[in-house]
């Protein structure tokens, strides 16, 4: 029954491998291209986020600041510094994975709302930041960022487009190896509880203050990729507090706790945007949408539309025991019966060290 | 009796509210300690001052002559002091293996990429779980759990710490007598094997009957102590507490 449904989860995942790197090839054009790039991009943005969210339940609705600084990183580094391209998105990054180290300094020592009204603020404070210093960011007429290929429009995507499927690559690679590691189980117990954590000694702090920097760092990396490919930079769309929402709300669909959840979340909710804007142009239905959209989700889908597949498929699968009551009641039997038979149960088996 | 972990002069107040009032206390290495008292005498805050979950407002803690005041929590418990919570607290949504395996061995640091279910880690939470008689529950969620197995659950994680001393907060709350016994059971035997318990517990027969050394406290401070037999007629203790 175990090989069942992992044969099923490797086939969905090398479909959706397969769907990603056709897109390219079957677009048919240049536009549908773009919006297929700026999925990617909330893909490679919400699998960043989910570093923080998934892993310590922290919340972050900040993650558009950390994308902004990525993106203005790589952007000057390029235009005003004149470093090439993509030497100036990895040093950009960096510079922004330093900077996480202050920043989660100090989000991180707060929990729950109050952590989420931190790194709104980071938002906000950015923005009037980026703003004000227009002698060097451009301000609000904006940041020209010079392109790093001389390409046509279409070629330009296509490279940029599996650009950030190959970043998205390395961050769900990065995701997974943390999640099968003992720091990944010390983030997760930090999430479940965690001034327990500490009790049985884990370090909480310094671990989420880790996987902050790591996340701060990928979400750069697709920031200044963001930069490298659009090519115009405005602090208002950088630094906008949607930019975060829209990524909290994709892992929360597409589930928090599995590794391909914020992908599918960013696929369908990426590319339900884009039709939006494309039916309705200006119009903020968009963004009542969404909001409708999340609503459903805490209500009807609380762990996540992957995680509702997987009982979905549980439920059509007769192998597996179908209801929790029933295995309760099971081992419920098991039990009485072990103590029945030998009282002294834990004297008996020696601790099996 | 040498001392492992002892506090002078313990001072903690919450608003006005005084919860240790210069509590001097000495517990003995090896023995199975008991902290009794009624409701609010300073019992758990106690445990929370002396684990580093909360700071004493002034006083000392050592632990084995060591001084641990206000060290971080996660640091005293990797010093070798490991602990349970009153309201027992488990991670819900982990199974019952990872909720073992994410307990850190002591000297573990930070640890790394390094796989979580490497064979040895896994053999020897197994090892506790079965000793504990939880074993067929390791691939259930702690949250699918009865109370009493979640008790147990959490008493597995502590010890695959490997801690020399256990601080259990009322391991008897909400269980029903036969498992009762079981943890009487259990902790003699741990305690055989040579580690030192400070336990909190209102059930009486349960710390008559597995306790070396009984402190008695009352009003934040320590007023008796000694073994149960001199505690059962101490005159203060009887009109405090035990209420005869």
Not at chain 1, 8 to 16: D, H, M, P, R, T
Not at chain 1, 268 to 295: C, N, S
Not at chain 2, 83 to 103: D, H
Not at chain 2, 201 to 221: A, K, P, Q, T, W
Request: aromatic residues 8%; proline residues 5%; neutral net charge.
């Amino acid at each position: 029954m175990l090989n069942a449904s992992r044969y099923l989860k490797i086939g969905a995942v090398v479909l959706l491998a397969v769907a990603i790197l056709a897109f390219p090839s079957l677009a048919p054009n240049p536009y549908i291209l773009s919006a297929g790039v700026l999925v990617l991009n909330y893909a490679v943005l919400s699998t960043s986020w989910n570093f923080v969210g998934g892993f310590t339940g922290y919340i972050s609705l900040g993650h558009g600041a950390l994308a902004g600084l990525g993106a203005y990183g790589t952007g000057l580094l390029v235009a005003k510094g004149g470093l090439p391209p993509f030497l100036a998105l990895f040093a950009g990054a960096a510079l922004v994975a330093a900077l996480a180290v202050p920043i989660g300094f100090a989000a991180l020592r707060v929990r729950g709302a109050s952590f989420v009204i931190v790194s709104i603020a980071l938002v906000l404070i950015l923005l009037l930041v980026f703003q004000s210093s227009a002698s060097v960011t451009g301000g609000s007429r904006g940041l020209v960022v010079p392109r790093p290929f001389d390409l046509t429009r279409p070629e330009h995507h296509r490279v940029f487009y599996y650009l950030f499927a190959g970043l998205l690559a390395v961050a769900l690679l990065a995701w997974w190896l943390i999640d099968r590691s003992r720091f990944g189980l010390g983030l997760k117990s930090i999430r479940e509880d965690e001034d327990k954590a500490e009790a049985l000694g884990t370090a909480t702090f310094s671990y989420k203050l880790i996987v902050f920097v790591v996340s701060a760092g990928f979400t750069a990396l697709a920031g200044g990729l963001y930069a490298l490919w659009f090519g115009d930079l405005d602090p208002v769309f950088q630094f906008s507090i949607l930019t975060g929402s829209y990524l909290v709300l994709m892992a929360l669909l597409g589930g928090v706790r599995q590794l391909f959840g914020p992908v599918a979340g960013a696929i369908i909710v990426g590319t339900a945007l884009e039709y939006f804007k494309v039916e309705y142009g200006d119009t903020p239905l968009h963004l009542v949408a969404t909001g409708l959209l999340l609503g459903l989700v805490v209500l009807f889908m609380p762990d996540g539309i992957l995680p509702a597949i997987g009982d979905l498929l549980k439920r059509f699968d007769r192998t597996q025991k179908s209801s929790i009551r029933e295995v309760t009641a099971a081992e419920l039997r098991e039990q009485r019966r072990g103590e029945q038979d030998d009282p002294n149960r834990t004297a008996m088996t020696e601790a099996g060290r | 009796m040498t001392e492992t972990l002892g506090t002078t002069d313990l001072r903690k107040a919450f608003g006005g509210v005084t919860a240790l009032d210069g509590a001097t206390v000495a517990f003995q290495h090896g023995r199975v300690n008991a902290l009794i008292g009624p409701n609010g005498s300073g019992k758990t805050t106690f445990f929370n001052c002396v684990t580093g979950m909360i700071k004493p407002d002034s006083g000392t803690v050592t632990y084995a002559g060591r001084d641990i005041t206000g060290k971080a929590p996660h640091r005293i418990a990797r010093g070798g002091m490991g602990r349970t919570f009153q309201l027992c607290r488990t991670f819900p949504r982990m199974t019952a293996l990872e909720n073992v395996l994410s307990a850190v061995p002591p000297g573990g640091v930070l640890g790394g990429l390094r796989g979580a279910r490497r064979r040895s880690e896994i053999d020897r939470a197994m090892g506790w779980l079965s000793r504990l008689g939880i074993e067929h529950l390791a691939g259930s969620e702690a949250r699918d759990m009865s109370w009493g197995q979640q008790k147990l659950l959490e008493l597995a994680g502590v010890l695959m710490a490997e801690p020399e001393t256990v601080l259990l907060d009322e391991p008897a709350g909400g269980v029903n007598p036969a498992l009762l016994d079981r943890i009487g059971v259990l902790i003699r035997e741990l305690n055989a094997e040579g580690r030192t318990f400070v336990i909190v517990e209102h059930n009486m027969d349960l710390v008559m009957s597995i306790s070396d050394h009984i402190v008695v406290f009352d009003r934040g401070r320590p007023i008796a102590d000694g073994p149960p037999s001199v505690i059962k007629t101490d005159e203060r203790v009887l009109g405090a507490y035990l209420g005869v």
